[in-house]
Structures are given as structure tokens and as C-alpha cells.
């Protein structure tokens, strides 16, 4: 999964912080976070004279404690002030399919889901 970014160092820092990894430099416009089986790409294509876009759609993330995530997203100010189903999106909510999670936004503009890993929905239940 790649996610663009318009200053990698800004974006390595939030993203370290709200993951709680380090994650590797690989170039000087990527960095790379090792997520349980997925890698997550943070791109800046300026480096290669492009211009960063956010995703269209929220990535997901599925965690062990969803209370530790939320809280170091609440102090980077990152929670989402929408709703889902009715719901406030940047709360923990147990969401109409069973799940509980939060959204949340890089500040970029990329859009974040933080999913307890207890209730998450794979649709093969």
C-alpha cells in the first residue's frame, strides 16, 4: 500500500509516532513500514517531480489495542471529525457490521481506519 506525501520527514515522524514503528528509508522520496504482513509505502513524488495526490478510500489498519492508537491519534490531532452510519467517526464506536475501529487523516489528506483486531469483519465469518 503506498501513500503519497508532499514532506517525507513530517510524514515519517506522524507516521512513526501513530504506528509506533520505525519503519525503513529506502530512498530518499520512500519510506517503508513493515505492518503484520503488509508494507506500507510513504512516497513523496516530488522527489521525482511529481505532485503528492491523497487516496481516494481509507486504508485500513487492523490493531491489537485500539485504545493506545486512539489515544496517540488524539495527541497528533489526527481523528476524524465526520461520521460513519450516524456515528462520530473518530470515536470508537462499535460500527454496524460488528467491528469497532476509528477513522482518522494523515495530514496529507489520506484517510486511516483503525480496526480492533478482535472484531474485525472479513465478510468469511
Not at 501513500?3 to 512513526?16: G, I, N, P
Not at 530518499?28 to 503528492?52: K, M, N, T
Request: with cysteine; proline share 6%; hydrophobic share 35%.
Amino acid at each position: 500500500m503506498v501513500l503519497q506525501v508532499k514532506d517525507m520527514d513530517r510524514a515519517v515522524s506522524f507516521y512513526e509516532r501513530l504506528l509506533g514503528i520505525p519503519g525503513k528509508r529506502v530512498s530518499a522520496g520512500r519510506h517503508y513500514f513493515h505492518c503484520e504482513g503488509v508494507i506500507l509505502g510513504i512516497v513523496d513524488p516530488q522527489s521525482e517531480g511529481g505532485s503528492a495526490k491523497p487516496i481516494p478510500d481509507h486504508v485500513y489498519f487492523s490493531v491489537p489495542d485500539i485504545e493506545v492508537i486512539h489515544a496517540v491519534a488524539r495527541q497528533l490531532g489526527c481523528l476524524s471529525s465526520g461520521k460513519v452510519h450516524g456515528e462520530p467517526a473518530g470515536q470508537i464506536v462499535k460500527r454496524p457490521w460488528g467491528e469497532r475501529s476509528f477513522y482518522a487523516e494523515d495530514p496529507f489528506g489520506n484517510n486511516l481506519c483503525f480496526v480492533d483486531s478482535t472484531t474485525i469483519f472479513t465478510g468469511l465469518d
